[in-house]
């Protein structure tokens, strides 16, 4: 059983955002229903068996549901928000590499304005819209990607003009 419920949120932690929320709001909606039908089932199986439970221990419940809720929504809060400044700094990080190559050496700008823009093609043509299937950061699309930067990056290592101009 523990082996399945830690697949089960190693699944979930891997959906995208919106659909991670809409799991574990459903998830916790279900163990609420199932809460419910069974007290309603005990009551009326039999009528004596809450007669001594005090309503106060209700309180109790409630907080600890809200703060399973809370915590939950609160991660897939923070995985959003990691992946937003994922995506600016990768931004920042092109921005960069195409401000910087106009003051390399010949032929090292023209080749990594068109690696850069291969980058870009492949990033909002195949990654984009695969997203939301995507897995693992081990694939096909991220390995070409990774390969293209790692392209730009040999060319100016290679270059055999001093480290300041690179």
């Given at each position: 059983m523990t082996v399945f419920i830690n697949e089960a949120i190693?699944?979930?932690?891997?959906?995208?955002?919106?659909?991670?929320?809409?799991t574990y709001s459903l998830a916790l909606l279900s163990f609420a229903l199932l809460s419910v039908i069974s007290v309603a089932v005990v009551r009326r199986r039999y009528p004596?068996?809450?007669k001594n439970v005090s309503p106060g221990i209700l309180s109790p419940v409630g907080a600890l549901f809200a703060l399973t809720?809370?915590?939950l929504i609160a991660?897939?809060?923070?995985?959003?928000?990691n992946s937003l400044d994922v995506v600016?700094?990768?931004t920042q990080a092109v921005h960069q590499i195409l401000n910087i190559s106009p003051g390399l050496?010949?032929?090292l700008p023209d080749f990594i304005r068109s690696k850069m823009d291969d980058y870009r093609r492949l990033v909002l043509e195949e990654e984009a819209p695969a997203l939301s299937q995507m897995k693992t950061i081990e694939n096909d699309i991220n390995a070409r990607t990774r390969?293209?930067?790692y392209d730009i990056s040999a060319a100016?290592?290679?270059?055999?003009d001093p480290a300041s101009a690179k």
């Open positions: 190693t699944a979930i932690d891997h959906l995208p955002a919106k659909e991670r929320a809409m004596e068996a809450f809720a809370s915590f991660d897939v809060w923070n995985k959003n928000a600016a700094n990768e050496p010949e032929p390969r293209i930067l100016t290592a290679a270059q055999t």
